[in-house]
């Protein structure tokens, strides 16, 4: 083995010790006496030449240095216990998906039942974070990610041509009676701050001179701003790709009939190209991009939609 790669046992103790914050516990974890964990930390603190934990009479507490070190090689100790439970229970074909948590919770879990279905022999296991996965620490088999694609030596696929409009619920619709474009400059309109489209574009293409100055609310995850509008808080201005659940319940509906969007591809099945050579990798993906095109629900076209 490269001598890069330093011996697994005091990788194992390391773990240990940063997550149990305890010599003790970590030794009573991995079945070994304190002094034989002490023994590996310091093996493996030569091994990288720093210091990884300051060590008093009644705490342990991680270095930055050793804490940098946790993040880079926790993943990748992730996925060999992830390999190794697989392997005990006899499944040979796992796939990880890690996802941003709003196509997670609106889009894809909703879906999951028909993945299961169409592919009984994979075995899923998803997470969701607003951070990107690090694919070198192996842990990770399909990314998805949501933002402008700038992610070199990366397979990026778009997932589906969005639209993006105003969308409220029915009662706050009733209640504001809006019928242009104009009519939204006096009503309250909700903000996600990190869409890659942003109220004022779409105001600039409706040829309005109108820049919000405030906004009712602001929310940093698609969910919670949809959530906001079926609450009648206020206009959203989102996908109505993500917010098919709302719509297609009848929580939410677009301001206007017609038109009146920004187009943008936004969502993308992230991997690197080594990944696509695994079966279950291109079953996912394969499958997400068919559900992606599948016609619209009538009571979605009847909303002057289209996926």
Same mark, same amino acid.
Request: aromatic fraction near 10%; proline fraction near 7%.
């Given at each position: 083995?490269?001598?890069?790669?330093?011996?697994?046992?005091?990788? $194992?103790?390391?773990?240990?010790?940063?997550?149990?914050?305890?010599?003790?516990?970590? *030794?009573?974890?991995?079945?070994?006496?304190?002094?034989?964990?002490?023994?590996?930390?310091?093996?493996?603190?030569?091994? &990288?030449?720093?210091? &990884?934990?300051v060590?008093?009479?009644?705490?342990?507490?991680?270095?930055?240095?050793?804490?940098?070190?946790?993040q880079?090689?926790?993943?990748?100790?992730? *996925?060999?216990?992830? *390999?190794?439970?697989?392997?005990?229970?006899? %499944?040979?074909?796992?796939?990880?998906?890690?996802?941003? /948590?709003?196509?997670?919770?609106?889009?894809?879990?909703?879906?999951?039942?028909?993945?299961?279905?169409?592919?009984?022999?994979?075995?899923?296991?998803?997470?969701?974070?607003?951070?990107?996965?690090? !694919?070198?620490?192996?842990?990770?088999?399909?990314?998805?990610?949501?933002?402008?694609?700038?992610?070199?030596? &990366?397979?990026?696929?778009?997932? !589906?041509?969005?639209?993006?409009? /105003?969308?409220?619920?029915?009662? !706050?619709?009733?209640?504001?009676?809006? *019928?242009?474009?104009?009519?939204?400059?006096?009503?309250?309109?909700?903000?996600?701050?990190?869409?890659?489209?942003?109220w004022?574009?779409?105001?600039?293409?409706?040829?309005?001179?109108?820049?919000?100055?405030?906004?009712?609310?602001? !929310?940093?995850?698609?969910?919670?701003?949809?959530?906001?509008?079926?609450?009648?808080?206020?206009?959203?201005?989102?996908?109505?790709?993500?917010g098919?659940?709302?719509?297609?319940?009848?929580?939410?509906?677009?301001?206007?009939e017609?038109?009146?969007?920004?187009?943008?591809?936004?969502?993308?099945?992230?991997? /690197?190209?080594?990944?696509?050579?695994?079966?279950?990798?291109?079953?996912?993906?394969?499958? %997400?991009?068919?559900? $992606? %095109?599948?016609? $619209?629900?009538p009571?979605?076209?009847?909303?002057?939609?289209s996926?």
């Amino acid at each position: 083995m490269s001598s890069s790669f330093p011996p697994f046992p005091c990788l $194992a103790a390391f773990e240990a010790v940063a997550r149990r914050k305890s010599f003790a516990l970590a *030794a009573n974890e991995l079945h070994l006496t304190p002094s034989a964990v002490s023994h590996q930390i310091a093996k493996l603190e030569q091994f &990288l030449n720093i210091r &990884l934990f300051v060590r008093t009479a009644h705490s342990v507490e991680i270095t930055t240095a050793g804490n940098d070190y946790l993040q880079r090689v926790s993943g990748a100790m992730s *996925a060999i216990s992830a *390999a190794t439970d697989n392997v005990r229970r006899g %499944v040979s074909n796992s796939l990880h998906v890690h996802s941003t /948590p709003s196509f997670a919770t609106l889009w894809l879990m909703p879906r999951l039942k028909d993945f299961a279905k169409d592919h009984p022999e994979i075995s899923l296991s998803m997470s969701a974070s607003v951070n990107h996965s690090d !694919f070198s620490a192996g842990h990770t088999d399909v990314d998805i990610r949501y933002g402008v694609p700038h992610w070199p030596q &990366l397979t990026a696929r778009p997932i !589906f041509d969005e639209q993006i409009m /105003p969308l409220a619920s029915l009662a !706050f619709l009733k209640r504001h009676r809006i *019928a242009t474009p104009e009519d939204l400059t006096r009503v309250p309109l909700i903000q996600s701050t990190v869409g890659v489209v942003q109220w004022p574009d779409w105001f600039s293409v409706q040829n309005i001179l109108h820049r919000p100055g405030s906004y009712a609310y602001r !929310f940093d995850r698609a969910f919670m701003v949809l959530d906001a509008a079926v609450q009648g808080l206020g206009v959203a201005f989102e996908s109505t790709s993500i917010g098919e659940p709302h719509i297609r319940k009848g929580k939410l509906r677009p301001v206007f009939e017609t038109g009146k969007y920004l187009p943008v591809q936004a969502h993308f099945l992230v991997y /690197p190209e080594r990944h696509a050579q695994r079966p279950e990798v291109l079953s996912f993906v394969n499958w %997400v991009l068919t559900h $992606a %095109v599948t016609p $619209a629900d009538p009571r979605m076209q009847k909303a002057g939609l289209s996926r």
